[in-house]
């Protein structure tokens, strides 16, 4: 890519008061690059975003926010014809970035803005959920009503680790195992279940690792199922001794089907989907991504 390329940075309005992102720009803009940038206020934006850069026939868009951005972002570009279609960078702003951390993308924000501009651009797959619905890094899904997608905002910021991820999946109070059966390619089970995770990368919920052997561009999504009653101790076994948890069942396949009695509530990279049937598949090299060139998550 040359410095005459165009580029659009799509920035979560949350993260807009951030000096060392303006250093990063005005450094970049400096050495040539033409990069607009664009704060969302709300959903939605991202998207209408994403169709300026195409008419403007950037070469690529940034995703300046946590996985909830870069899915906004990522599930935009999907949707552009594929010969108009930018390159997606991502740039780390947010309480998690799940996916930018296990791609090994830089937090120093001029490294990682340099990356998301000029670094090599692969091939990487993303997921299409039902007709409309997509997913770049995690699907992980539960019963019960009352499930949250969202934590609250302070209480996202002053826990970490599996805290987080018990309430950022799903509120113990709420999550009961239930009845589901799950289908893919050579792939068949019935039975009570108390998480899905479903993979095109490897963690979710702040920095846990549930398809830990998950890689983004090998066409293939990574399920893990949580069974038992209890989500406390089959988490815990399962984060600290995979191999010897009775409570997970894996599989890999290009496409899973979920079906249940009861609504399933899906978190996609933070925006939730439910309902009693799911078709999840792999859309395989559909987007280009710039990542660091020993990025794991590639094959
Ligand atoms: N100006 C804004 N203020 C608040 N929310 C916004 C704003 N602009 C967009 N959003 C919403 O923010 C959500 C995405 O947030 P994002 O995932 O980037 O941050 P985060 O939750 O801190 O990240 P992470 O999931 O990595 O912890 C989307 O639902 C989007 O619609």
Redesign the pocket.
């Given at each position: 890519m040359d410095n005459t390329s165009v580029s659009l940075l799509i920035l979560?309005?949350?993260?807009?008061d951030n000096l060392p992102l303006r250093e990063a720009v005005t450094a970049l803009r400096d050495q040539g690059h033409q990069l607009h940038v664009r704060?969302?206020?709300?959903?939605?934006?991202?998207a209408r975003y994403v169709d300026e850069a195409t008419q403007r026939g950037a070469q690529t868009v940034v995703a300046a926010?946590?996985?909830?951005?870069?899915?906004?972002v990522a599930t935009a570009l999907a949707q552009v014809e594929q010969a108009m279609r930018p390159a997606l960078g991502i740039l780390?702003?947010?309480?998690?970035?799940?996916?930018?951390t296990s791609a090994g993308i830089p937090e120093e924000m001029e490294k990682a803005l340099a990356l998301a501009l000029i670094g090599k651009a692969t091939a990487i797959d993303i997921v299409r959920v039902n007709d409309d619905s997509y997913f770049l890094n995690m699907a992980t899904g539960g019963f019960g009503t009352r499930i949250t997608t969202?934590t609250p905002?302070r209480l996202?910021a002053a826990l970490g680790g599996v805290s987080y991820l018990i309430h950022g999946l799903m509120r113990m109070d709420a999550l009961k195992p239930d009845r589901c059966e799950i289908r893919g390619e050579n792939f068949q089970w019935q039975g009570d279940a108390l998480v899905i995770g479903i993979g095109n990368g490897r963690q979710a919920g702040?920095g846990q690792q549930l398809c830990p052997e998950a890689l983004i561009n090998d066409g293939q999504l990574d399920l893990r199922i949580f069974t038992g009653e209890e989500l406390l101790p089959a988490l815990f076994t399962t984060l600290t001794h995979p191999d010897e948890s009775p409570n997970i069942v894996d599989g890999s396949s290009a496409w899973f089907e979920i079906t249940a009695p009861h609504d399933i509530t899906f978190n996609l990279?933070?925006?939730p989907l439910s309902g009693t049937h799911f078709r999840i598949e792999v859309l395989p090299s559909a987007l280009q991504c710039r990542l660091p060139p020993d990025c794991a998550l590639l094959k």
């Amino acid at each position: 890519m040359d410095n005459t390329s165009v580029s659009l940075l799509i920035l979560n309005g949350k993260s807009a008061d951030n000096l060392p992102l303006r250093e990063a720009v005005t450094a970049l803009r400096d050495q040539g690059h033409q990069l607009h940038v664009r704060v969302t206020w709300e959903k939605g934006d991202a998207a209408r975003y994403v169709d300026e850069a195409t008419q403007r026939g950037a070469q690529t868009v940034v995703a300046a926010g946590g996985d909830g951005t870069v899915n906004e972002v990522a599930t935009a570009l999907a949707q552009v014809e594929q010969a108009m279609r930018p390159a997606l960078g991502i740039l780390p702003l947010g309480t998690a970035n799940d996916f930018a951390t296990s791609a090994g993308i830089p937090e120093e924000m001029e490294k990682a803005l340099a990356l998301a501009l000029i670094g090599k651009a692969t091939a990487i797959d993303i997921v299409r959920v039902n007709d409309d619905s997509y997913f770049l890094n995690m699907a992980t899904g539960g019963f019960g009503t009352r499930i949250t997608t969202e934590t609250p905002e302070r209480l996202k910021a002053a826990l970490g680790g599996v805290s987080y991820l018990i309430h950022g999946l799903m509120r113990m109070d709420a999550l009961k195992p239930d009845r589901c059966e799950i289908r893919g390619e050579n792939f068949q089970w019935q039975g009570d279940a108390l998480v899905i995770g479903i993979g095109n990368g490897r963690q979710a919920g702040g920095g846990q690792q549930l398809c830990p052997e998950a890689l983004i561009n090998d066409g293939q999504l990574d399920l893990r199922i949580f069974t038992g009653e209890e989500l406390l101790p089959a988490l815990f076994t399962t984060l600290t001794h995979p191999d010897e948890s009775p409570n997970i069942v894996d599989g890999s396949s290009a496409w899973f089907e979920i079906t249940a009695p009861h609504d399933i509530t899906f978190n996609l990279d933070g925006e939730p989907l439910s309902g009693t049937h799911f078709r999840i598949e792999v859309l395989p090299s559909a987007l280009q991504c710039r990542l660091p060139p020993d990025c794991a998550l590639l094959k």
